[in-house]
Each structure stands twice: as structure tokens, then as C-alpha cells.
């Protein structure tokens, strides 16, 4: 949803123009009115662009200036962005551009640009861009970036709801829906399964809270999609906000900016993605739960044996220095920052600093002999992960973490019983 400043040409103010171009012929109509558009880019290839951007477009031909105003820039470069960044304090800015440099700058990396002619006034027109451009200002354009409060997108929706006088806010807001603050931003994501699963397991249960319509526009796309549910009152009629619409596709090599736009449009569905993380932790589960029984006593001689107490203890050690650091993880951004959303997490249940200690004691125990302490510590983390399974349901904090512990628990029960196969052969 964000914008690395240095990915495109942008000025703080707008070259002035005449509107002239592909994007001008296509858009704006050659007449004396001011008018407004919202523009909304389709989904890139980058992390940060997965979410899709958007502006608000300003035809002004009495200055003769096309000026998009947007929000969410943010400069990886800048001194203690990243420090910030970790902290849940990013600070992000407001700027502006040529209009139709900015749409075909975008359009040339592969995401397509949708643009609605808005039906405001021209006293509206002329309140919402003197706000843009007090907000454009030095000392106002830097703001606290919220990914699901206050972001691009928001900041769009706020200052139209501002010049509508709340009716945007009050079509919305009456709308329940339901979507989640996790289910909408992991289905964007979803094209990169890592990253979904990281950010499945990062966010906590404020994500898994109801949002309506109104919440749900913190997405560029889905802001674009209910504009279109708002009427206006025009000369005792109410009619729709929305005048028209154009859709540019991409040009140039777009191919995989392509891709990742499909994907997010088309994220598959949530069973699917269920059944795969289960899939996989019974796989894993099932090795380890093998190499356990092939490095018994019993069975401990000969190449089966060496493979199952090598598989037991490379695996067993990776798993628990992955999940010690990811509950590390899990732990510093409830406890250290102001990353709300990644608050009270459940996930910690599956993925526990208590697990680093496996990553030394299941070699001993695999390839030593010294077994009590690393089955101790494995059924441990086995309790804690079915104590997980069983909270899951209960109206406590209603995390949807499902999927999390689908991964996670048939991993601790296999680790655990293969570490109890070295003991009873």
C-alpha cells in the first residue's frame, strides 16, 4: 500500500499542465470545470505494493494543474526509519504529483490504474483541495502510519468523507461484513506463501475483530469497489457519486506485476489453504515420529538407525531454534512495541522462546543418549500447543489461528513421540 519515493519521479507540488496524453484523452473531458477522480493502482510486485495505493486526482483548469495527492510515502533510507519501522512508529508522508506521470509511472511497472470521476460540487472540489494542500505542507504532511487505521487508503476515504460531510462514513459504517483485518491482508499476500504464514502468525487477535465497509476501505481496491454504494443529493434527486469510470491497463514488461495482481484479485479459498498447513505439519510430524522409531534401541543398528538419529537431531534442532526465535519474535512485539495488532498473541502457544532449548537438547538426546531432558521440554511444548487447540474456540480472545496450529501441532506430537521412541524402543 506504500510507495517508495525513489520508485517514481514525485515533486512535493505538482507540475502545472494542460491535461494532455493517453490518460487526459481518455479521462478528462476539455471543458472550464474542476473536477476530482479517484485513482486506484492495482497490486505490484514488491512486498509493499501488494496492497494496491491510491490518490485523489484534482483537474483544476483554472491553474491549469492535474495534481494526484497521496499518502503512505516512506523513504528506507532516511535515519532511523528502520528503527521506527521495528518499534510499530513509522512515520509516513503525504505528497503529491503530475497526475498523469503518476499513473503512467505505474502503469509502466505492470499495474493497471482505475479512475473514477467523482460527483462533487465545485465548492466541495474547492474544500477538498485546499485541505490537500494544507495537509501538503511541511509541517503536516508527516504522519503516524497505521497499516489497517491510517494509511494510504484511509487518508484518501477521511478527506472525502470530509468535504461529504460524514455521508461516506455513515453508507459504510452501516455495512457489516465478514471480512477481518487478517483475513483481507493475508489474502493479498497469499501469491508468497511464506510471507502469509509470517504474517498469519504475527498478527494477534485485534486483527480477528468485525470491521464494516468503512474499516474494510484501509484496501485501495476495496475503497474503489464501495464509492460506488454512495449517493449524493443533486436538485432534490439522490444520485450516484460515481460519474464514470476508466480502466488503463498496464503497459510494458508487466508479467509479474501481472501475476502478483491476479494473485492477490484471486487469493483461493481459505479451506484449501487449511488443509495445506495441516498437510504439511503431519509430514513433518510423521519424520520425526519415524526417525524416533528407526533410532530406537531396538532398532538403533545399521544405516536405518544413523539416519533416524541424524534426521531426529538435525531436524529436531532447526525446529526448535525456528520456532524459539520466531516466539521471540512473537514476544518482543507484544512486550517492546507499539505493533497493536501483534498484541496477546495465541501464536506463542505454537511457537515458544521454551523452544530454543531443543535445539541443544535434541542432538544430545538423538546422537548422546541423553534423552529425559529434551523429552521433558518436548511435551512441554506439546501441552502448550493442544492448550492452544483448545482455547481456539472458546470466546476468550477469538483469535483465528486455526491454521497456525494446523502447521505447528502435528510437528510438537511428532518431535515429541520420536523422542519418547528413544527411550522405549
Given at each position: 500500500?506504500?510507495?517508495?519515493?525513489?520508485?517514481?519521479?514525485?515533486?512535493?507540488?505538482?507540475?502545472?499542465?494542460?491535461?494532455?496524453?493517453?490518460?487526459?484523452?481518455?479521462?478528462?473531458?476539455?471543458d472550464?470545470?474542476?473536477?476530482?477522480?479517484?485513482?486506484?493502482?492495482?497490486?505490484?510486485?514488491?512486498?509493499?505494493?501488494?496492497?494496491?495505493?491510491?490518490a485523489?486526482?484534482?483537474?483544476?483548469?483554472?491553474?491549469g494543474?492535474d495534481?494526484?495527492?497521496?499518502?503512505?510515502?516512506?523513504d528506507?533510507?532516511?535515519?532511523?526509519?528502520?528503527?521506527?519501522?521495528?518499534?510499530?512508529?513509522?512515520?509516513?508522508?503525504?505528497?503529491?504529483?503530475?497526475?498523469?506521470?503518476?499513473?503512467?509511472?505505474?502503469?509502466?511497472?505492470g499495474?493497471?490504474?482505475s479512475i473514477?470521476?467523482?460527483?462533487?460540487?465545485?465548492?466541495?472540489?474547492?474544500?477538498?483541495?485546499?485541505?490537500l494542500?494544507?495537509?501538503?505542507?511541511?509541517?503536516?504532511?508527516?504522519?503516524?502510519?497505521?497499516?489497517?487505521?491510517?494509511?494510504?487508503?484511509?487518508?484518501?476515504?477521511?478527506?472525502?468523507?470530509?468535504v461529504?460531510?460524514?455521508?461516506?462514513?455513515?453508507?459504510?459504517?452501516?455495512?457489516?461484513?465478514?471480512?477481518?483485518?487478517?483475513?483481507?491482508?493475508?489474502?493479498?499476500?497469499?501469491?508468497?506463501?511464506?510471507?502469509?504464514?509470517?504474517?498469519?502468525?504475527?498478527?494477534?487477535?485485534?486483527?480477528?475483530?468485525?470491521?464494516?465497509?468503512?474499516?474494510l476501505a484501509?484496501?485501495?481496491?476495496?475503497?474503489?469497489?464501495?464509492?460506488?454504494?454512495?449517493?449524493?443529493?443533486?436538485?432534490?434527486?439522490?444520485?450516484?457519486?460515481?460519474?464514470?469510470?476508466?480502466?488503463l491497463?498496464?503497459?510494458?514488461?508487466?508479467?509479474?506485476?501481472?501475476?502478483?495482481?491476479?494473485?492477490?484479485?484471486?487469493?483461493?479459498?481459505?479451506?484449501?489453504?487449511?488443509?495445506?498447513?495441516?498437510?504439511?505439519?503431519?509430514?513433518?510430524?510423521?519424520?520425526?515420529?519415524?526417525?524416533?522409531?528407526?533410532?530406537?534401541?531396538?532398532r538403533?543398528?545399521?544405516?536405518?538407525?544413523?539416519?533416524?538419529?541424524?534426521?531426529?537431531a538435525?531436524?529436531?534442532?532447526?525446529?526448535?531454534?525456528?520456532?524459539?526465535?520466531?516466539?521471540?519474535?512473537?514476544?518482543?512485539?507484544?512486550?517492546?512495541?507499539?505493533?497493536?495488532?501483534?498484541?496477546?498473541?495465541?501464536?506463542?502457544?505454537?511457537?515458544n522462546?521454551?523452544?530454543?532449548?531443543?535445539?541443544?537438547?535434541?542432538p544430545?538426546?538423538?546422537?548422546?543418549?541423553?534423552?529425559?531432558?529434551?523429552?521433558?521440554?518436548?511435551?512441554?511444548?506439546?501441552?502448550?500447543?493442544?492448550?492452544?487447540?483448545?482455547?481456539?474456540?472458546?470466546?476468550?480472545?477469538?483469535?483465528?489461528?486455526?491454521?497456525?496450529?494446523a502447521?505447528?501441532?502435528?510437528?510438537?506430537?511428532?518431535l515429541?513421540?520420536?523422542l519418547?521412541?528413544?527411550?522405549?524402543?
Open positions: 500500500m506504500t510507495l517508495r519515493p525513489a520508485n517514481l519521479v514525485l515533486a512535493v507540488t505538482a507540475a502545472a499542465g494542460a491535461v494532455t496524453g493517453p490518460v487526459g484523452a481518455q479521462v478528462v473531458p476539455v472550464n470545470e474542476p473536477r476530482v477522480f479517484l485513482v486506484t493502482l492495482q497490486p505490484g510486485e514488491e512486498v509493499w505494493e501488494r496492497f494496491g495505493h491510491n485523489l486526482w484534482i483537474h483544476d483548469p483554472e491553474a494543474t495534481i494526484a495527492y497521496h499518502y503512505g510515502l516512506f528506507m533510507s532516511e535515519s532511523g526509519f528502520m528503527t521506527r519501522f521495528l518499534q510499530g512508529r513509522m512515520e509516513y508522508s503525504m505528497g503529491a504529483a503530475n497526475a498523469l506521470r503518476l499513473i503512467d509511472a505505474y502503469r509502466s511497472v499495474r493497471d490504474a473514477m470521476e467523482l460527483r462533487l460540487t465545485r465548492e466541495q472540489i474547492r474544500e477538498l483541495q485546499t485541505f494542500e494544507w495537509n501538503l505542507l511541511p509541517e503536516n504532511r508527516v504522519y503516524r502510519y497505521d497499516y489497517f487505521r491510517d494509511n494510504c487508503s484511509t487518508r484518501i476515504r477521511d478527506a472525502l468523507d470530509r461529504l460531510d460524514g455521508t461516506l462514513r455513515d453508507t459504510l459504517d452501516a455495512i457489516p461484513t465478514p471480512i477481518t483485518f487478517r483475513s483481507e491482508a493475508v489474502s493479498l499476500v497469499m501469491g508468497t506463501p511464506l510471507l502469509a504464514v509470517g504474517m498469519d502468525l504475527g498478527l494477534g487477535p485485534l486483527a480477528d475483530q468485525p470491521i464494516t465497509r468503512w474499516d484501509f484496501i485501495p481496491m476495496r475503497l474503489h469497489e464501495d464509492v460506488r454504494r454512495v449517493t449524493v443529493p443533486v436538485g432534490g434527486r439522490a444520485l450516484p457519486i460515481v460519474v464514470r469510470e476508466t480502466r491497463p498496464a503497459i510494458g514488461e508487466a508479467d509479474e506485476a501481472g501475476r502478483v495482481a491476479e494473485a492477490a484479485r484471486n487469493p483461493g479459498p481459505t479451506p484449501q489453504r487449511l488443509a495445506a498447513m495441516l498437510l504439511i505439519g503431519l509430514l513433518v510430524g510423521a519424520v520425526f515420529a519415524v526417525a524416533g522409531y528407526l533410532a530406537s534401541p531396538a538403533s543398528r545399521g544405516a536405518n538407525g544413523t539416519a533416524g538419529r541424524w534426521t531426529l538435525v531436524g529436531g534442532a532447526a525446529w526448535g531454534l525456528t520456532t524459539g526465535i520466531l516466539g521471540l519474535i512473537l514476544l518482543g512485539l507484544w512486550a517492546l512495541t507499539d505493533h497493536e495488532f501483534a498484541h496477546t498473541n495465541e501464536n506463542l502457544l505454537q511457537a522462546p521454551l523452544a530454543l532449548g531443543l535445539a541443544v537438547l535434541v544430545l538426546a538423538a546422537v548422546g543418549g541423553r534423552t529425559r531432558a529434551a523429552r521433558m521440554l518436548a511435551y512441554v511444548l506439546l501441552g502448550l500447543s493442544i492448550a492452544g487447540l483448545f482455547l481456539n474456540p472458546l470466546p476468550v480472545t477469538r483469535q483465528a489461528n486455526l491454521g497456525i496450529i502447521l505447528a501441532l502435528p510437528i510438537h506430537l511428532g515429541a513421540l520420536g519418547r521412541r528413544l527411550d522405549r524402543g
